[in-house]
């Protein structure tokens, strides 16, 4: 995703620079760059926004999927040992309060 960013704003800068070619105007140019910064600026945003939402939805389907797999793990662990003591975790994987 950099490089396509980068390959981006490189192609950006080209076509300003081709568009004026053989003028005089260093106002219009620094404006167009500018511009151009501010695009890539809100992309890398949004991608940020975008990996933190799937990275936080993941996380949540994966304690769920964990609280519903817990029970039959559990039966099935106290089946070969009945005296088997608990991890103390909760049924979606994560530690007690007080384990901090």
Same mark, same amino acid.
């Given at each position: 995703?950099?490089?396509?960013?980068?390959?981006?704003?490189?192609?950006?800068?080209?076509?300003?620079?081709?568009?004026?070619?053989?003028?005089?105007?260093?106002?219009?140019?620094?404006?167009?760059? &500018?511009?151009?910064?501010?695009?890539?600026? =809100? %992309?890398?945003?949004?991608?940020?926004?975008? $990996?933190?939402? +799937?990275?936080? #939805?993941?996380?949540?389907?994966?304690?769920?999927?964990?609280?519903? &797999?817990?029970?039959?793990?559990?039966?099935? =662990? %106290?089946?070969?040992?009945?005296?088997?003591? $608990?991890?103390? +975790?909760?049924? #979606?994987?994560?530690?007690?309060?007080?384990?901090?």
């Amino acid at each position: 995703m950099m490089w396509l960013t980068l390959g981006y704003c490189a192609h950006a800068a080209a076509q300003a620079f081709i568009a004026y070619a053989g003028q005089s105007s260093y106002a219009d140019l620094s404006v167009r760059l &500018l511009a151009n910064v501010s695009v890539v600026w =809100e %992309l890398s945003l949004t991608l940020s926004g975008i $990996s933190v939402t +799937l990275y936080v #939805r993941e996380r949540r389907l994966h304690r769920n999927t964990r609280q519903r &797999l817990t029970a039959r793990i559990t039966e099935l =662990e %106290l089946r070969i040992d009945p005296h088997r003591t $608990s991890s103390q +975790l909760t049924p #979606r994987g994560e530690t007690r309060k007080g384990d901090e």
